[in-house]
């Protein structure tokens, strides 16, 4: 009785085990997280990266800079392509951080480029306020916002899991950005 009742145990153990396996496996292929940042086929990008990268210890140096820089234009135009640039370097370190896999680095390239993506639509829609002709400028964030959604457009086709859900919030971001 005993040596059955252990039979028993171990056979329900032994189920348990692979079905827990069989759907680990399942939900890793239904969610897509099976797909590692760094297998994505990253598009070329137009900007470079930063001086220095986010997953530096050193990275508010880089961030500081950016500030700075922000903090200088006398002209929502010029504040809006400073924007612009620093969007660029963030998606040309989104793309190291892809290629190194870095998930921290890469939700902080995703999140600073949706912010300065924002920031230069912001600073397009108060030089309208303020009268001004913003058309040569408005085209030009106009052309690279496009360039930023096709680029996120196809990484997000190949990221899975969460990393596509951040990245299709950034895409969303810079959508609703060209738009404004």
């Not at 827990?20 to 897509?32: C, N, Y």
């Not at 895409?171 to 950005?177: D, E």
């Amino acid at each position: 009785m005993r040596k059955s009742f252990l039979g028993f145990i171990f056979l329900v153990v032994l189920l348990i085990g692979s079905a827990t396996a069989g759907f680990a496996h399942h939900r890793g292929t239904v969610l897509g997280e099976n797909v590692s940042p760094s297998d994505i086929n990253f598009p070329p990008v137009t900007g470079g990266p930063g001086l220095v990268l986010p997953d530096s210890p050193l990275f508010f140096l880089d961030q500081m800079k950016q500030a700075l820089r922000l903090s200088f234009p006398l002209t929502p135009e010029t504040k809006a392509r400073v924007h612009l640039e620093i969007a660029s370097e963030r998606l040309a370190e989104l793309r190291i951080m892809t290629k190194r896999g870095n998930t921290d680095g890469i939700t902080s390239s995703l999140s600073e480029l949706g912010r300065e993506v924002s920031g230069a639509s912001d600073s397009i829609a108060e030089a309208v306020a303020r009268g001004k002709n913003v058309q040569r400028v408005a085209k030009d964030l106009n052309d690279a916002l496009k360039v930023h959604r096709d680029t996120l457009a196809a990484v997000e086709g190949q990221a899975g899991g969460d990393l596509r859900a951040q990245v299709r919030a950034t895409r969303l971001t810079v959508v609703l950005a060209k738009t404004q």
